[in-house]
């Protein structure tokens, strides 16, 4: 089993920058795809980034792109998200997600799924 822990949310201004962990535990990722989604209130959970088990492969949503970067580091069996330039329709809880297929993926076909994290922007 592959268990994922997502850590780093809060609350920040608009304008402001959060750094997102999903640390995955039970079984190396190393060669898992890893993504992020999120889903706000009475909203539908919807693709944020994607990275390829080796992170040579990144893809956005047209929302974040230029914002946020994903970014993984295999030794440490972990993924990020970086969040810059933050706005409030940014807020909503954030999920990790890793699949076995090391492609990335926009869907929401992945084989584990962390609890989530909460991220919180005010105006």
């Known amino acids: 089993q592959v268990q994922l822990v997502e850590s780093g949310g809060g609350l920040v201004q608009a304008g402001g920058s959060l750094r997102l962990s999903c640390a995955a535990s039970?079984?190396?990722?190393?060669?898992?795809?890893m993504g992020w989604f999120r889903q706000a209130p009475g909203k539908e959970r919807e693709f944020v980034a994607t990275?390829?088990?080796?992170?040579?492969?990144?893809y956005y949503a047209d929302s974040v792109k230029g914002r946020f970067t994903i970014s993984r580091d295999n030794a440490k069996n972990t993924a990020y998200l970086q969040m810059n330039s933050l706005k409030p329709e940014d807020t909503a809880i954030y999920l990790c997600?890793?699949?076995?297929?090391?492609?990335?993926?926009?869907?929401?076909?992945?084989?584990?799924w962390g609890q989530g994290t909460q991220v919180t922007v005010s105006s």
């Open positions: 997600a890793a699949d076995s297929s090391g492609r990335p993926r926009l869907s929401l076909d992945y084989n584990y």
């Open positions: 039970g079984r190396t990722v190393s060669t898992y795809a």
């Open positions: 990275i390829s088990w080796s992170g040579s492969s990144t």
